[in-house]
């Protein structure tokens, strides 16, 4: 297991990579290239001075997140074949810059949904927050007038302004399309990419979708065991792989993480973690929290066990934090709820496998 952090280059960040390094046990981080448009190929200069920039600091960059989809692709449009060997060919220099992993999503039109950014918390702490109805009532555009707004001019990763103009024809296109054809379309991306990501080397880890239920008659696909089950079947190489990330799944009830962790970590089909907590109000109303587990409803302990226990040998990374101590930094994304989670995700890894001797 490695454990990293997330972090967004080109001073897009208020985390430096000296505190990156200065967090004990975090080895590496998981980076992207916002500033290139969806759908575009990763020029391999870039990701040079992009991995000489993390090595310089002395961190590893193994694992990219995200390559965001281009729509075409998860519309089936004919575009589409054109952003696949775009795809590919990203895939292709990721791999030359030494990157193992690729964490990427294939949510249609929006990425993440929250109602606010930085609600606070009891303890004078702000986190971000969920509340169905007034996501609902919200149209997605709205939604993202309100992210942008307490984003503290940081990017927000999924919320990229090129996707912005054109959401309301997209969540019209998809009214029009089926569950079914979806699948299909994201079968064809993965038949079309895997054996390319065999050939590079680079595990491709799907994100879940977050939340992991229906919103604006969107079709939802990685939002529960089964599903991950069928979304694994449609190819079945090592590569087509998951990052299992508990809060995203977590939100909904039904899930049961550490369940879920056994059985696609047993299989290897787990190559990134994301790991947070997160506390509901009721079944679909929640707070994001503190990673400890007497802070929220997940039991991480269950949780880094269920890692452990199928000898899990991918990357870590604590997900979302507070923001806490008059930090600010991008929402979900400042250094000091983070480096506890970290910290503390390392202190349970460590007991439970000295408990195993
Ligand atoms: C939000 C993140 C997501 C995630 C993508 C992966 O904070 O968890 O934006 O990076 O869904 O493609």
Redesign the pocket.
Same mark, same amino acid.
């Given at each position: 297991m490695k454990m990293i952090l997330r972090w967004f280059p080109n001073g897009d960040d208020s985390v430096t990579l000296q505190q990156i390094k200065q967090t004990p046990g975090v080895t590496g981080v998981a980076t992207c290239l916002p500033q290139i448009p969806v759908g575009e190929v990763w020029p391999l200069e870039v990701l040079e001075a992009l991995k000489k920039e993390i090595n310089d600091a002395g961190l590893e960059m193994e694992v990219i997140?995200?390559v965001?989809i281009h729509e075409d692709i998860k519309k089936g449009l004919p575009e589409r074949e054109q952003y696949i060997q775009n795809y590919i060919k990203t895939l292709e220099n990721i791999s030359k810059v030494g990157v193992k992993c690729l +964490?990427?999503?294939f949510?249609p039109v929006i990425?993440?949904a929250r109602s606010d950014l930085e609600h606070p918390l009891a303890d004078g702490s702000t986190a971000m927050a969920y509340r169905h109805e007034e996501v609902i009532k919200m149209n997605p555009a709205t939604m993202a007038d309100v992210m942008a707004s307490k984003a503290k001019g940081y990017s927000l990763?999924?919320w990229e302004p090129e996707r912005l103009g054109a959401m309301a024809q997209d969540i019209e296109f998809y009214k029009n399309m089926s569950t079914e054809t979806y699948w299909e379309n994201m079968k064809y991306f993965l038949d079309a990419v895997i054996p390319y990501a065999e050939k590079y080397d680079i595990k491709m880890a799907i994100?879940p979708d977050?939340p992991p239920w229906p919103l604006y008659d969107l079709p939802k696909v990685i939002t529960n065991i089964e599903n991950v089950r069928k979304f694994l079947s449609l190819n079945e190489s090592v590569y087509n792989g998951l990052?299992i +990330?508990s809060g995203?799944l977590g939100s909904s009830l039904d899930n049961d993480i550490p369940e879920i962790i056994k059985e696609f970590s047993g299989q290897g089909r787990v190559h990134f973690a994301?790991i947070r907590n997160l506390k509901h109000l009721n079944e679909k109303d929640f707070d994001e929290c503190a990673h400890l587990s007497q802070c929220g409803d997940l039991d991480m302990f269950e949780i880094v066990k269920a890692y452990h226990d199928t000898d899990y040998t991918g990357y870590i990374r604590p997900?979302?934090g507070r923001m806490l101590w008059g930090e600010k930094a991008r929402p979900?994304?400042g250094l000091y709820d983070r480096a506890l989670g970290a910290n503390y995700l390392l202190g349970l890894w460590e007991a439970i496998g000295k408990m195993k001797k």
């Open positions: 997140e995200s965001n +964490c990427y999503n949510m990425d993440w990763p999924g994100h977050d990052t +990330c995203s994301h997900d979302h979900g994304y």
